[in-house]
C-alpha cells in the first residue's frame, strides 16, 4: 500500500513538472512569436531586395545549423559551398531574366565545385555522402526560399502586389497549422503519428491543425485572392499536408544527427530550422498552387 502510494505521489510530481514545462515552453514561444512575426510582416510588405536580405540570413543561418548537426553524427559537408549554391537561387529570383542561366550554373557548380573539393581531402571516408548533403541542404533550404521571393516580387506600394497577399496566407496558413497542431496535440493527442522520427507528433495534432488551416484558407483564400471555395479547400489540405511533411523531414534529420534541436536561436522554439521548416515544403506547395490559379480561365 505504502509503495502504491509513492508510486502515486512520484507520477504526480513527474505530472507537475511536465506541466511546469509546457507552461513554460509556451511563454517563451508565445514572447518569441510577438517579437519575430512584426519582422516577418515588415520584410513581406517591403520585398524586394529587402526580402532578398532577409532570405539570405534565412540561409546563412539555417546553413550553419544543418552543418552543425550533421557534425554531431561524424558528416563534414561544405558549409561555404552550400551557402554559395543557396544564394545563387536566390539571385536568380531576383533576376528573372537570368534565371535559367543561373539555375544552370548553380547546378553546373554543385558537379564542378563542391565534388572536387574533397579529393584532397586527408581522410576520404564518408566523402560522397559530404557531396550529397552539400548539394541537398543548398536545395533544401536555398529552392523555398527563392520560390518565396519569385512569388512575392519586387512591387512596392498601394494597392498591395498579389503576391504580397499571397505570402500573407502562407505564414499566416501556417502560423496556424503549428500552433492549432500544438494545442491540440497536447491536450488530445493520443495516437502517435511518426513515433521513431518524432515521438511528440500526434494524429489528433495534425487533424487539428488541418482543420484551423483550411477554415482559415477557405476565408483568406477567398477574400484576399478571390479564389473559389473548392481550391481553397484544397490548397488548404495541400499546406496542411506540405507543413507535416516539413516538419518531420527535419526531425528525421535531427533524429539522425542525434540532436533535440536545431539550435538555440529562438526561445521556446529551438533553432531556426525548428521555426521554418513547415514554412519550407509549404512555400513549394503554395507557389505552384499560385501558378496553377493564375494559369486556370476566369
Known sequence: MERATEKQVQSGKRAADSGRQ?????????????????????????????????????????????????????S???LWV???????????????????????????????????????????????VDWALTVVF???????LSLLLLLRGSQFGWPPPRGLWWLLLLFAAVWTFDSAAFFTGHFL???????????????????????????????????????????????????????????????LMKRQAQVKDSGQLMPGHGGLLDRIDSLLFAAVVLYFFSELVLALPH
Open 189 to 251: 493527442g493520443r495516437h502517435k503519428l511518426a513515433p521513431q522520427i518524432s515521438p511528440g507528433k500526434t494524429w489528433e495534432g495534425v487533424f487539428g491543425g488541418l482543420l484551423c488551416t483550411v477554415i482559415l484558407c477557405l476565408w483568406l483564400a477567398g477574400s484576399l485572392l478571390q479564389v473559389p471555395w473548392y481550391l481553397a479547400l484544397i490548397l488548404g489540405l495541400a499546406l496542411s499536408l506540405a507543413a507535416t511533411l516539413g516538419d518531420l523531414a527535419e526531425s
Open 82 to 128: 552550400s551557402f554559395g549554391l543557396g544564394t545563387l537561387l536566390l539571385i536568380s529570383a531576383m533576376l528573372p531574366q537570368w534565371r535559367l542561366l543561373l539555375l544552370e550554373i548553380s547546378l553546373g557548380a554543385a558537379l564542378l565545385v563542391a565534388f572536387p573539393l574533397l579529393f584532397w581531402r586527408e581522410r576520404l571516408d564518408g566523402s560522397l
Open 22 to 74: 509546457w507552461t513554460g515552453t509556451l511563454a517563451l514561444r508565445v514572447l518569441t512569436a510577438v517579437v519575430a512575426i512584426p519582422i516577418v510582416l515588415l520584410v513581406v510588405w517591403l520585398g524586394g531586395w529587402v526580402a532578398f536580405a532577409a532570405a539570405l540570413f534565412v540561409l546563412a543561418w539555417g546553413s550553419y545549423e544543418l552543418h552543425q548537426m550533421m557534425a554531431h553524427s561524424g
Open 138 to 144: 543548398a536545395l533544401y533550404l536555398g529552392w523555398p
Open 76 to 78: 563534414r559537408p561544405l
